[in-house]
């Protein structure tokens, strides 16, 4: 891969570092995210969720290479040296990286075919207030930044999170078929959902946000979207909110996804 992009904690960096030597996963770059909000903010915590080091999983340290570059710059030097390169960017956290960029080099613009969000509650309510959900509430003026540009953007938010899950129960009873493959991928998945219910003993189901967004980026035709666009609140209660306009605009909102397909998808995914 060439660009992995890691907001907030240096935990999160480590984790990835960690995650790819375990599953022998090479790469060209690895880049710190952004160490606070475009406005010069400390990140929100999401311990509470996610484990106290960003992972309720215990990894192996590793000392593969690192790159001290920041992240909006490497993207400038992508653009100065290949003009003509088209590139599509996976945003799993927070939009600040992406805000920075284009507000230092907003000429990059014409490089990026697409920006792939995890981040928003459209249609339903937020995970980190009953208005936002918790990407977009970190760093709302960044969310704001990038919704308002004229990039072609595809959001997954809460929407459709919740309606791709691993059931508490199924898993148990070994019944997903992407864990039941001997690949790397398939076991440290296995491992990293068993230390999910493991740490939050109350939960039925994980909800699988990233991976679906991931899937966005591979598969756009498993998501059905409302076209429009989109104004995020940067101040007061309702900070983070973000509210879909009825006009047809630059940003494509999923809310239904083809389960089925998406599961085959993942299957066929691990398995090979």
Known sequence: SELRNISQKSETHKNLINILSDLEISYKHLLKGADSTLLGEKFTNAEHYHGKEGLTLKLNNSNLRTHNL??????????NSQKNAKIKLLMLGPLTNLA???????????????????????????????????????????????FNSKLNIRVVGLDVCNDLIIDKIKFYNNEYSFLKSDTKSSQFSKNIINSFFEYHTNKNAMALCDPIATICLIEKNLFTYKNCSVKVITEGDKIGQTIPLNNNNNVQIAYKINETEIWNLIDQLFIH
């Open 100 to 146: 920075k960029t284009l507000i230092s080099f907003p000429e990059i613009s014409s490089i990026i075919d697409e920006v792939i969000i995890m981040g928003g509650a459209f249609f339903t309510e937020g995970n980190a207030t009953k208005y936002a959900e918790f990407n977009i509430y970190a760093d709302a003026e960044s969310a704001s930044i990038v």
């Open 70 to 79: 920041e992240t909006y710059k490497y993207i400038h030097e992508i653009y």
